[in-house]
């Protein structure tokens, strides 16, 4: 089986607008024709790089590479020129796709269409190669083989289930993870994809009334802006979103309360997953929202922190430092086990000898499955020979009334090993913030330093760069 099926699935099922983007729309037979017509522009090359935005050439190039049989590779367009080089370099002989290359791939042929010539159907193909965001590290190409992602949306999702009103807006990079997902879950639903080439939230919230979406995408950074362009002006005013997802990065308590206030009638999804597992494996749905904001019990009202259950087909386990299955409740290592788990790295799996896949995050289970994530396993502090998670000092750091955001990292100390150094945006006293921590937490846990900043430094998709932080503290004590 190869992706191109929920191309040819959508197409079979009613000729009605697929994609939208900058005011022109494709419909999925046109979409098909397309990208029949640049799988014959492809065949020979080894890779298909693409190297634009979000644009109706996005689809076409996706499934023209795998109806031609050839993997398909996203890279960020925003990279600078040394670091592009470096990706490029990895793929000899690939033929490239850059913005000025996009509309071309979507003129109709100009002579008959050719016989289309049958999409190979090894599952075990390579269909995509997506870099990783190098939060921690430099980046590396995680392997999505046709069969990872055919797993995701068959086994999650029911096909046609859409109603020929919905609309998807789809702000998330080409380059990431959620980017290529939306693009085949929605097809393989009905729902028409609405994209947006480059996020700002006032942008943001005018597509959606506009196109009058139905259903959106975001992650922590977008809903954050958003919801501060709508602050002052009551509701959103978007009456047709009935749904919004977010995920990607952890979402700060207070701006998801916020996000609720300000959209009353929609319906919120927590979807947490990593590219390595071919997008979402848990996700916290409207009614655990709903309920957890209803809640008097103080178990149900945590789960509105947690990334929720996970979907059908998939296994989570909790593995202490010992690799013993962890007790409800206790924190652990992230294990996860399924048929869309790739953890494959250019040819190279991490899947354990039982299938399982090392997500590098810390978390734990409750008594009813909810998983909670608490933060990257590399991201861990130790301090006089304790283990101390960064994101529970955070999650205190950002209920303080003057901060919008904080990181906390561990520097070297030569007495305690490491040192807590909190890097946070927004106003307060430095002394008042050590006693508002370790009022709620200990003083273990209360940082040494308080460090303010303008802003932090993120991926374009909200996931907090510690690497150029701890470079940047580094450099500044060397100074």
Same mark, same amino acid.
């Given at each position: 089986m190869n992706i191109s099926l929920i191309l040819d699935m959508a197409?079979?099922?009613?000729?009605?607008?697929?994609?939208?983007?900058?005011?022109?729309?494709?419909?999925?037979?046109?979409?098909?024709?397309?990208?029949?017509?640049?799988?014959?522009?492809?065949?020979?090359? #080894?890779?298909?790089?693409? +190297? *634009?935005?979000?644009? %109706?050439?996005?689809?076409?190039?996706?499934?023209?590479? &795998? =109806?031609?049989?050839?993997?398909?590779? #996203?890279?960020?367009?925003? +990279? *600078?020129?040394?670091? %592009?080089?470096?990706?490029?370099?990895?793929?000899?002989? &690939? =033929?490239?796709?850059?913005?000025?290359?996009?509309?071309?791939?979507?003129?109709?042929?100009?002579?008959?269409e050719p016989e289309p010539v049958a999409a190979p159907q090894d599952p075990d193909e390579v269909a995509v190669l997506i870099y990783t965001s190098g939060t921690t590290s430099e980046p590396k190409a995680a392997v999505l083989r046709h069969r990872h992602l055919l797993a995701y949306v068959l086994n999650s999702l029911e096909f046609g289930s859409a109603a020929e009103t919905d609309a998807a807006l789809v702000a998330a990079p080409p380059y990431h993870i959620a980017g290529l997902t939306n693009l085949l879950s929605n097809l393989y639903t009905g729902r028409r994809v609405v994209y947006l080439a480059a996020f700002d939230a006032a942008t943001w919230l005018d597509t959606v009334r506009r196109e009058r979406v139905t259903h959106a995408m975001v992650v922590p950074?977008?809903?954050?802006?958003?919801?501060?362009?709508?602050?002052?002006?009551?509701?959103?005013?978007?009456?047709?979103?009935?749904?919004?997802?977010?995920?990607?990065?952890?979402?700060?308590?207070?701006?998801?309360?916020?996000?609720?206030?300000?959209?009353?009638?929609?319906?919120?999804?927590?979807?947490?997953?990593?590219?390595?597992?071919?997008?979402?494996?848990?996700?916290?749905?409207?009614?655990?929202?709903?309920?957890?904001?209803?809640?008097?019990?103080?178990?149900?009202?945590?789960?509105?922190?947690?990334?929720?259950?996970p979907l059908p087909g998939i296994e989570i386990q909790i593995r202490t430092e010992h690799g013993d299955p962890a007790a409800p409740g206790e924190t652990g290592l992230v294990f996860v086990r399924g048929e869309q788990i790739s953890g494959e790295y250019g040819g190279c799996s991490s899947l354990d000898a039982e299938g399982w896949f090392a997500t590098r995050d810390l978390g734990r289970l409750d008594a009813d499955g909810y998983l909670f994530i608490e933060g990257r396993a590399d991201d861990t502090i130790i301090r006089g020979g304790e283990n101390i998670a960064p994101a529970e000092i955070e999650d205190v750091l950002l209920d303080h009334p003057g901060l919008t955001e904080a990181a906390v990292l561990g520097v070297p100390d030569p007495e305690w090993g490491q040192q807590l150094v909190a890097v946070v945006v927004g106003d307060g006293d430095p002394d008042e913030i050590k006693r508002w921590v370790r009022q709620r937490l200990r003083s273990a846990k209360t940082p040494d330093t308080i460090v303010f900043r303008g802003e932090l430094p993120k991926t374009e998709t909200g996931k907090l760069l510690r690497r150029v932080l701890l470079a940047e503290l580094a450099s500044s004590t060397r100074a």
């Open positions: 197409a079979s099922a009613g000729d009605r607008v697929a994609v939208t983007a900058d005011g022109r729309s494709l419909t999925a037979t046109e979409l098909l024709s397309r990208a029949r017509s640049a799988a014959e522009r492809f065949r020979g090359y #080894p890779y298909v790089l693409y +190297l *634009g935005t979000n644009h %109706l050439a996005y689809p076409v190039a996706l499934f023209g590479a &795998a =109806l031609a049989g050839i993997a398909f590779v #996203p890279l960020n367009y925003r +990279l *600078g020129e040394v670091q %592009l080089d470096g990706l490029l370099s990895r793929h000899p002989g &690939a =033929l490239v796709l850059r913005q000025a290359d996009l509309d071309a791939l979507l003129e109709p042929a100009s002579t008959p950074t977008m809903l954050a802006r958003i919801v501060t362009e709508v602050d002052g002006h009551g509701d959103a005013g978007t009456p047709t979103l009935h749904s919004l997802s977010y995920g990607g990065a952890r979402t700060p308590r207070p701006v998801l309360e916020r996000a609720l206030r300000v959209f009353p009638t929609t319906s919120f999804v927590n979807a947490y997953g990593l590219t390595e597992t071919a997008s979402t494996i848990a996700v916290l749905g409207p009614e655990d929202h709903r309920g957890a904001l209803a809640s008097n019990d103080p178990a149900v009202r945590e789960r509105l922190s947690s990334a929720g259950q």
